[in-house]
């Protein structure tokens, strides 16, 4: 485990269940630790938070704190509500972010040392009748290196006393990791004793470093609270991760360049951005999709169709992008005219790209008039 050389007080809350897992971490810890936290006798999450910003109270100063929150629902609505209950609770502004169970287990699987992520990893989460398996794998190939995580399997193996559990778990192990090589496996859930996973014991630790633990949520959102940097090794990669940065061509000191105004490595539904130009040259924007898993960029133009004509350096325009889907770009630009020498036209255009292997984009006209 790498340590996190901190020196303010990080704390991983996993709140998946009705009553949340914390872990919490000084700089002068090697790795998070769990705080202990009785919540009998709490309603509701606003007095959660509140014990738990008590309990770490004890660890360093109120202000020193950094959360991240580990949500088994990351929609919107409930982002900005478990967000709300934080701050009621106490916790400094804008000290606690949020983020889904795949990225907090990559993030502890990233603080491992390198030789446990060379290859891939996996999670069994051990349930009475299934085990829940998720594979993260990391492309160093890329700079910066690319942290993937696939969205999580069920395997249905059945109970102990069945008698057949050891026997199908081995072969889904055998089925799963036999197609891609396995570096590590974390276990949650089990002891994974030889009397009752014989077979299965075998099979998942053949030449492989296996390690049973818990609160694996917990500590990885514990070591990334409070970064926000953008500057670590690595990026997190999921289904929901927008893959491309965003930009427009723009001129600066008589100097063409892109500029960019969205950053990949967001989640795709989070990504939105504003922002005004002026334009000097023919009615038409030029846009940059880049992936940030290599390869040549994206360019598509938008041609601004009926644009009142105005001298050079007279019309300003507003930017509006967003992401109804992971590669899926939406763009509207709207006509603020030039003060009052050149008031607006009220016209705006929307144009939507599609960035799939095989790009098409759609076609997209201009228009006037409400939405």
Not at 272 to 290: D, G
Request: with cysteine; net charge negative; aromatic share 8%.
């Amino acid at each position: 485990m790498k340590s996190s050389g901190s020196g303010r007080l990080r704390a991983g809350i996993d709140y998946r269940e009705e009553y949340p897992v914390v872990c919490y971490q000084t700089g002068q810890m090697q790795e998070p630790q769990t705080l202990p936290l009785d919540f009998g006798g709490q309603a509701g999450h606003t007095a959660c938070f509140r014990r738990i910003l008590s309990a770490l109270k004890r660890y360093g100063k109120k202000e020193a704190i950094c959360a991240a929150v580990v949500l088994p629902d990351m929609s919107e609505d409930v982002i900005r509500q478990y967000m709300t209950e934080a701050y009621e609770a106490g916790f400094p502004e804008n000290s606690v972010q949020v983020m889904g169970e795949l990225e907090s287990f990559v993030h502890f699987v990233m603080h491992q040392t390198n030789d446990i992520w060379q290859q891939q990893v996996w999670l069994l989460e051990f349930g009475a009748q299934e085990v829940q398996a998720t594979a993260v794998q990391v492309n160093k190939r890329t700079t910066p290196m690319v942290a993937q995580a696939r969205e999580p399997e069920c395997w249905k193996v059945g109970s102990l006393s069945d008698g057949d559990r050891d026997e199908r778990l081995s072969e889904c192990v055998k089925d799963r990791f036999g197609k891609t090589p396995v570096s590590a496996v974390f276990l949650t859930g089990t002891d994974l004793n030889a009397e009752d996973y014989k077979k299965s014991r075998e099979e998942i630790c053949f030449r492989r470093r296996v390690f049973v633990g818990e609160q694996l949520q917990a500590r990885g959102a514990c070591l990334m609270a409070g970064d926000e940097s953008g500057s670590r090794p690595y990026l997190f990669l999921s289904e929901q991760t927008l893959l491309y940065n965003v930009g427009i061509r723009s001129s600066r000191g008589g100097k063409e360049e892109i500029s960019t105004i969205v950053q990949a490595g967001c989640s795709w539904y989070e990504a939105e951005a504003e922002c005004e130009l002026i334009l000097l040259s023919e009615p038409i924007l030029e846009f940059s999709f880049q992936s940030m898993l290599g390869g040549d960029a994206i360019r598509a133009g938008m041609l601004l169709n009926d644009l009142p004509g105005r001298p050079k350096g007279a019309t300003r325009l507003l930017v509006e992008v967003h992401f109804p889907g992971p590669a899926r770009c939406e763009v509207r630009v709207t006509d603020l005219g030039f003060g009052e020498l050149y008031p607006s036209s009220d016209l705006y255009w929307r144009e939507t790209f599609l960035l799939e292997e095989q790009e098409e984009k759609e076609d997209g006209h201009g228009s006037g008039g409400d939405l």
